[in-house]
């Protein structure tokens, strides 16, 4: 069950029972205890939903714009730093076994076909073209497409993964202007991201995140409420 949900009905139940049997010390308690527990659930409440009235209810929506922003500075200062670049390239460079780029994944999403037409035109262009008009035309050289457009991926591949090419790439990348380049297009991708958030969806996250830690305020609302309550009865207050 709901910690804040039952923390207000044991202290409401309480409540009712100190008063009903006219026992004094209880309804106190309790009564103090339901307070306090009722004014931390209410806190916890407008802390993700707007009331109307209630000036400061809802920040997490009202402030999403603000949330947003705080989360791309957050990523773009601390995380993807021109510093963390550049120490993340001279890791590779000095690394005894450099773990490399693995453009494989990368080169084989590509769609290499447009290459497989610049070398139909290539050919039409060039001396063979009344040649390859005699061999069935353009329609002649539809069955080599496939098996060229997977042997120019297995040489690209081939070529990403040698030392000669590793090392070019990283000394390309480790240039500073370089790696401002990389660190303004990160934030592009970042920025792009969380502008597809909504209101919505940022408290359904900050409420993933922490409502139930926020549960226990109510709880301990009640237990200090309670105490404070009992304190005052004995007191005679």
Excluded at 39 to 46: E, F, G, K, P, R
Excluded at 73 to 93: C, G, P, R, V, Y
Excluded at 156 to 167: A, K, P, R
């Amino acid at each position: 069950m709901n910690k804040s949900l039952l923390t207000n009905l044991i202290a409401f139940v309480a409540c009712v029972i100190g008063w009903q049997f006219s026992i004094e010390w209880l309804f106190i308690t309790a009564l103090f205890a339901l307070s306090g527990a009722v004014t931390n659930w209410l806190a916890v409440h407008m802390l993700f939903e707007k009331i109307p009235g209630l000036y400061g209810s809802g920040v997490v929506q009202v402030k999403f714009k603000q949330f947003k922003n705080g989360i791309q500075t957050l990523i773009m200062e601390q995380f993807f730093t021109e510093e963390n670049l550049s120490k993340f390239m001279s890791e590779q460079n000095t690394s005894p076994q450099p773990a490399g780029f693995d453009l494989k994944p990368i080169i084989e999403d590509v769609d290499l076909s447009p290459a497989f037409d610049s070398l139909i035109v290539t050919i039409q262009n060039s001396s063979f073209g009344s040649m390859l008009g005699m061999l069935g035309g353009v329609e002649a050289l539809a069955p080599m497409r496939e098996p060229f457009v997977e042997n120019l991926k297995t040489s690209i591949v081939e070529i990403s993964q040698t030392d000669d090419f590793q090392q070019k790439l990283l000394t390309n990348l480790s240039d500073p202007q370089h790696m401002s380049d990389i660190k303004q297009k990160v934030d592009a991708v970042v920025s792009q991201r969380l502008d597809e958030l909504t209101p919505q969806m940022v408290k359904t996250i900050i409420q993933d995140m922490i409502r139930t830690h926020l549960g226990w305020l109510v709880v301990w609302g009640g237990v200090f409420g309670g105490l404070i309550g009992f304190g005052a009865h004995l007191a005679g207050i």
